[in-house]
C-alpha cells in the first residue's frame, strides 16, 4: 500500500509551508509510515480550468511516483468554498478515481488561518508580543497587509520566508476554534490518513 501523500497547491510559499503543516498533523496522528510527497504546483486561475486540474494531479503522479493519497489546498479567493470545494472533488475522482482525495478552499486566503492563531506566533518573523486575532480571522480581505502591521521594526509578512516558519508554530488547537476552513483542513487530512493507512 502506498502511504505518501501528494499535496497540490497554488504558490511557492505552500510548496513549502503545506508539508510542515501535513508533518505535524501526522505526528499528532502517531502516522510516522505516512510520507508527504513534494508538492506540485499549479496557478489558481489554472485550476478551475477544464484540463488543467487534471493534468496536474497525472503529472504530479507520474513525476512523484507512489502516491496513495491527494490533497487539493487552494485559497477560495473571490469564489464560494460551498460551491467550488465539490466541484474540484468531483474533477479529482474522475480522474483518479482509486486513490483516496481531499479538497480543501481556505476562506479568501491561507493567512487567514495565521491570523486566527496569531496569539500562538508571537515572537515569530517579527510577530509582535502583544498580537491578538482579531474578529473572523477568515473573513478579512488582505490578510497578508494585517501580518505586517503586526510586526515589529517595520516588518513586513514575505510569504516565501514566513509562512514555514509561522507553520511550525501555529497552534492547531486554537486557529480551528477561530477558522472553519482551517478546522476542515485538519479533518480532511486526519481523514486521508486514516484512509490510507486501512483504518
Known sequence: MNLTILPIVEGQSE?????ILLRRICHQMQASNIQIARPFRIKRNKVVKTGELERAIEQGIRDRGNIGAIL????????????????????????KPHLPVAVVLATI????????????????CGIKPDAVAPPNPESIRGAKERLSKNMEHG???????????????????????????FDKFLREVQNLINLIQGK
Open 72 to 95: 487539493l489546498l487552494l485559497d477560495a479567493d473571490e469564489d464560494c468554498p460551498a460551491t467550488l470545494a465539490p466541484e474540484l472533488l468531483e474533477r479529482c475522482r474522475q480522474t
Open 155 to 181: 516588518r513586513r509578512y514575505l510569504e516565501t520566508d514566513d509562512q514555514p516558519a509561522l507553520a511550525v508554530k501555529l497552534d492547531f488547537e486554537l486557529t480551528k476554534s477561530r477558522c472553519p476552513s
Open 15 to 19: 510548496v513549502e509551508s503545506v508539508p
Open 109 to 124: 486566503e491561507m493567512e487567514g488561518w495565521f491570523l486566527g492563531g496569531k496569539e500562538s506566533l508571537r515572537g515569530v
